[in-house]
């Protein structure tokens, strides 16, 4: 069964901090690696994506990823109340048709 | 303007009664999605399409329909075999289908349908 396992939380950290969120996937054939931000009643929006490993930055987000030990993290620098939400890790499987997603970690940013 | 529309917004279904939602894209991709999300769940896969005329099914089809007569438009039908239809449906396009090709199967979603049994 191919899986890809998140903390539900909520984590909660202060205005200004560093979010750190993970995501742990069972499929050594995932080939590209996705995280996406869902505010409640909204549809899921397109943060980031990653295919290889080491770091990807794109302003305030930085995404993580380390094949050899199955994780893909997503560090949120600088962390804003509008950043509470639900994110979603989602990995594509190369050979298949699929995109498997984790069931989310809830973020809650303290002002 | 480039994105994913679903219509409607909200519906609300009668017993025994099917019901369509409609997707459009205009970002010429060719795969396109159907999810179905319910509360603290993860996405769950109803049926997806990799090109017109062409479609599968995903994890949970039972109760489901779908067309591809055009390479935009995606559309859903809930019928009345699907006994749990109350959900939050997700359609959601890609250039290319997933795990073909890096930079081409990023994943866009559109609005969403939200879907509620009377």
């Known amino acids: 069964q191919k899986e890809v396992e998140q903390n539900s939380g909520p984590l909660s950290v202060p205005e200004g901090a560093i979010a750190s969120l993970n995501c742990t996937y069972s499929?050594?054939?995932?080939?590209?690696f996705f995280w996406y931000r869902q505010y409640s009643g909204k549809s899921p929006e397109l943060i980031m994506s990653?295919?290889?490993?080491g770091d990807k930055e794109d302003g305030r987000f930085t995404a993580q990823l380390n094949k050899a030990s199955q994780y893909v993290s997503l560090l949120i620098r600088d962390s804003q109340p509008s950043d509470s939400a639900t994110y979603l890790c989602?990995?594509?499987?190369?050979?298949?048709?699929?995109?498997?997603f984790g069931t989310g970690t809830r973020l809650k940013v303290l002002a | 303007d480039g994105g994913i529309t679903q219509s409607p917004k909200y519906l609300f279904r009668k017993e025994g009664q099917n019901v369509t939602l409609s997707c459009e894209q205009n970002?010429?991709?060719?795969?396109m999605y159907w999810y179905r999300q319910d509360p603290g769940q993860g996405l769950r896969l109803i049926y997806y399409?990799?090109?017109?005329?062409?479609?599968q099914k995903g994890d949970i089809a039972e109760g489901y329909s779908v067309s591809r007569e055009k390479k935009e438009s995606f559309p859903l039908t809930v019928t009345s075999a699907q006994k749990n239809p109350t959900a939050f449906y997700l359609c959601?396009?890609?250039?290319?289908?997933?795990?073909?090709?890096?930079?081409?199967?990023?994943?866009?979603f559109g609005p969403g349908t939200r879907l509620t049994v009377l």
């Open positions: 959601a396009s890609s250039k290319g289908l997933a795990g073909r090709s890096v930079n081409t199967d990023t994943q866009y």
């Open positions: 499929d050594r054939g995932s080939q590209s």
């Open positions: 990653i295919y290889s490993n």
């Open positions: 989602a990995v594509s499987i190369s050979g298949t048709y699929k995109y498997i």
């Open positions: 970002l010429n991709h060719d795969a």
């Open positions: 399409s990799q090109i017109v005329n062409d479609f």
